[in-house]
């Protein structure tokens, strides 16, 4: 073997050396460092544990077996978040950034299996509610390309009986593009990032005391979502929840099969939260309420549309909502002796443009809606209002097609002991209000209506009040040359019924004054 080959392979093998003895160095040197910062650089509120740290130094991955994270109040050692997971993998971390740039470069980090547990009520509030400086010290800007959790379970409990208020089983989100900086962390969202993908298999919601909601599948790509198999459910029975409540309220029963969300959009602007969202659609919503007037009013005041959306605790901007193939039932029960009278509506179809708490004014939010009342009767509706008018000026049209009186008797005579025959060809009415006061105008085509006052067991006819009160009633709207018989109303608004209760006493009220009237406005 000549000299110089001898010396180029002494070369090669002392720098193979050099290599992997650096390697080894880094190794070290890089464990060290993470499992310092793990030890030391943590603020003295979280605290971890793990089974294990290995480091690939040539790919530059590092994992964490069995990490266990906890965090408390930083005034006190109450836990209030406790994270348990399989693997952290750290793929790809640049030392070239990291020695260059002066910043965190990595690739890939893939948390598998977490499970999450929030515990809200251990939450030291006027402490933790605020972080001037973020939730932890940043010596150098983080950049990651791709943050991957798979098989992911979150808890979220609050101090109630049923303290679970949500579950997602078995998630897997995917953002890219992720960056955090000292000033980043600083915000009330602490993060920046571009694209995001969330799937879970299912997801549990506590909406209230007294409802929960459940979602079969989500899906959520970047500005876009689906939520397939939506239920919404009061948790009691009818018969439970009225023994339970003091004052009354509705018994639910909604389904929907799926939710399509677009352009969606999300954040703080001056620590303010805003939602916003280009078109929601909303597929065969299915929805039973049960109320039970048995019990006693709720007196509380209730807000019209406009003022609920004006004072929402967020920015809310919805440019338009449409919902297909919908269908309400309402059951009111007014007497003891049976279960209630059921009105209902099937066929519905809905266009809501600028739902929304940001647009100015002159904008209004408008909503359309057509269908069938009591399975053949065809209507249709427009409703306007401006959501900064703090008057809460609207207006709102119906037509209402031809109506077999005896169709309303389902409703009329378990709760009203009232029997109705007879028919309307067509409604047309108006409502010019605002939160204390409205005016009507309707219009009414009708025949043989006559009216049967009943017995309090519902089974006989009181021939003598049914006598009077047809005494009242023009038996058909065909007296007058154009066949409509008008009224022009007006009506106070009760502040502690619902908007439906508001609509409901304009129409009534016309109606009544338009058939017992003289027919003209």
Do not use: C
Not at 472 to 496: G, P
């Amino acid at each position: 073997m000549s000299k110089t080959l001898k010396i180029t392979l002494t070369t090669v093998l002392v720098v193979i050396l050099l290599f992997f003895s650096s390697l080894v160095l880094t190794n070290i040197l890089i464990k060290n460092k993470v499992e310092k910062f793990l030890l030391t650089r943590l603020p003295s509120h979280i605290t971890q544990h793990h089974k294990g740290i290995s480091l690939h130094t040539l790919g530059g991955t590092i994992t964490i077996n069995d990490l266990v994270v906890q965090i408390a109040n930083k005034k006190d050692t109450v836990v209030h978040t406790k994270i348990k997971l399989e693997k952290l993998i750290v793929q790809n971390v640049s030392y070239w950034d990291y020695l260059v740039n002066s910043e965190i470069h990595i690739d890939t980090i893939k948390i598998k299996s977490p499970d999450i547990f929030y515990y809200s009520q251990n939450v030291h509030k006027t402490i933790d509610s605020t972080h001037s400086s973020g939730p932890l010290k940043l010596y150098k800007p983080v950049v990651l390309d791709d943050l991957q959790i798979d098989s992911a379970n979150l808890y979220i409990y609050d101090n109630t009986v049923d303290s679970l208020t949500l579950y997602v089983e078995n998630s897997t989100v995917n953002i890219s593009n992720i960056k955090v900086d000292k000033e980043i962390i600083k915000r009330r969202l602490p993060v920046e990032f571009e694209r995001y993908s969330v799937n879970a298999d299912s997801v549990f919601v506590k909406a209230n005391a007294y409802e929960n909601v459940t979602v079969s599948d989500v899906s959520i790509i970047d500005n876009r979502a689906v939520l397939n198999n939506l239920s919404l459910k009061t948790k009691l029975s009818k018969t439970a929840l009225s023994h339970k409540i003091k004052t009354e309220r509705d018994h639910f029963d909604l389904k929907v099969n799926s939710i399509h969300v677009d352009g969606i959009d999300f954040g703080f602007d001056t620590r303010k939260l805003f939602i916003s969202s280009a078109f929601i659609k909303i597929e065969t919503p299915e929805l039973n309420i049960f109320r039970d007037k048995l019990v006693a009013d709720d007196m509380s005041i209730k807000y019209l549309y406009s003022q609920s959306l004006r004072e929402l605790p967020f920015e809310l901007t919805v440019d338009s909502i449409k919902i297909e193939n919908g269908a309400i039932k309402y059951t009111e029960k007014v007497k003891a002796n049976n279960q209630g009278g059921s009105i209902t509506l099937g066929g519905l179809s809905a266009n809501l443009f600028n739902v929304s708490n940001t647009y100015k004014s002159p904008k209004q939010t408008k909503i359309d809606v057509s269908g069938f009342f009591m399975e053949t009767t065809p209507f249709e509706s427009e409703w306007y209002f401006d959501v900064n008018n703090t008057n809460d000026d609207f207006i709102f049209k119906m037509a209402i097609g031809r109506l077999q009186a005896e169709r309303l008797n389902r409703f009329t005579e378990p709760n009203l002991k009232v029997r109705l025959s007879g028919q309307t060809n067509k409604i047309y009415y108006t409502i010019d209000g605002d939160n204390r006061h409205s005016k009507t105008d309707l219009r009414v085509n009708y025949e043989d209506f006559e009216i049967a006052v009943l017995n309090k067991y519902g089974n006989k006819k009181k021939w003598l009040l049914s006598t009077v009160a047809n005494l009242f009633v023009s038996k058909n709207s065909d007296d007058k040359s154009d066949d409509f018989r008008e009224a022009a109303v007006e009506v106070e608004r009760d502040k502690t019924k619902s908007v439906f209760n508001y609509i409901w006493l304009n129409l009534s009220k016309g109606l009544l004054e338009s058939i017992t009237g003289n027919g003209e406005k």
